[in-house]
């Protein structure tokens, strides 16, 4: 790891403001792109050209291209994270406030919790993590009822469909991360997604393909905006801020880098609410908290083994 003494503080600073604010901007700028074009159009191109750029580069720098089991791997990675989790994000920000949509997205660890706990047992249920799965399952249930008790909730809850794609996609997301523990990938971070953005998006274009979105799409109807709003997620959202996270990721703690997740679904509020006139009201309010509660709880909570783990380590 590079010495702190060496490395200007300014770099570190706007590496985290770049994973802050980019990230959890581009919430904002999928809102904004899908009003014109087909949801999985849109993805389809975002990883193709970010995932053509990223493979490319290292190709460039004399890094080895995946092999055929890498590829395969790959695939199967991709298929989880461009399609069941990017895809229906997109889909869903069609139905659902960009701000909402990144706070339902911030359950990614709740979920991934829960998988530990129910499925990989590598991870021990106790009387914290319960009670933060109850609060983020609970700031899930504000943003989609009508009321809290006898407390009315302003607005309008979320559509149904929206939320449910966007848990599903939280989940496959968890799931993602579960199986590239156990996938051979390529051992460059950089590499890594770079193919999987690539595959990704082939993905998605078969995706948008087999749902006829192609047939409507005309290019030469999409206004400046909507395409500024793909340069952005292409440009920002994949190449400079994925940049910025591996960067980070060598130079300071997982713990530092991982509290981007409370940050991002802020700013996609706040920047909903000032340049696109969602509203910001006491549903999204409490939601929120709620679910930043226990993403909090959760990332800073210590692991817990299973004693069934423990023993069988203590037996190797």
């Keep these: ?51 053509l750029v990223l493979y490319g580069w290292m190709i460039a720098k004399g890094e080895r291209s995946p092999s ?13 994270i461009f399609v069941g989790d990017y895809g229906l994000l997109f889909w869903a920000e069609q139905r659902v406030p960009s701000g909402v949509a990144a706070v339902m997205m911030a359950t990614i660890p709740v979920f991934m919790a829960l998988s530990e706990i129910v499925f990989l047992r590598t991870q021990r249920l106790t009387v914290r ?39 599903i996609a939280s989940m496959s997301w968890s799931v993602s991360s579960a199986l590239t523990r156990k996938l051979s990938l390529p051992p460059s971070k950089v590499m890594s997604s770079g193919a999987q953005m690539l595959a990704g ?77 969602e509203t910001l009201g006491l549903r999204t309010i409490l ?6 509660i226990s993403v909090v709880v959760i990332t800073t909570t210590r692991v817990k083994k299973p004693v069934a783990t423990l023993a069988a380590e203590d037996a190797g």
């Design 201 to 277: 998006g082939v993905l998605l274009a078969l995706t948008a393909a087999a749902l006829g979105e192609f047939r409507n799409f005309r290019p030469w109807t999409v206004s400046r905006e909507a395409w500024l709003s793909l340069l952005y997620l292409i440009v920002a959202g994949s190449i400079i801020a994925f940049t910025a996270y591996v960067w980070l990721i060598h130079h300071e703690s997982p713990t530092k880098v991982g509290t981007y997740a409370y940050v991002n679904p802020v700013v996609a509020v706040l920047l909903g609410y000032f340049l696109g006139g």
């Design 68 to 80: 055929g089991h890498q590829w395969m791997s790959v695939f199967s990675v991709a298929l989880l």
């Design 129 to 167: 993590l319960a009670l933060a799965l109850l609060i983020g399952i609970g700031g899930v249930a504000v943003l989609m009822s009508h009321s809290l008790g006898s407390l009315k909730l302003s607005g309008a809850p979320i559509d149904k469909a929206g939320a449910v794609a966007l848990i």
């Design 287 to 292: 939601g929120t908290v709620f679910v930043l």
């Design 1 to 51: 790891m590079e010495a702190k003494a060496h490395r200007p503080a300014w770099k570190t600073l706007l590496a985290f403001a770049i994973i802050y604010f980019v990230w959890g901007s581009t919430f904002f700028a999928i809102r904004v792109g899908v009003r014109e074009v087909p949801p999985f159009v849109l993805a389809a191109m975002r990883f193709l050209v970010a995932g």
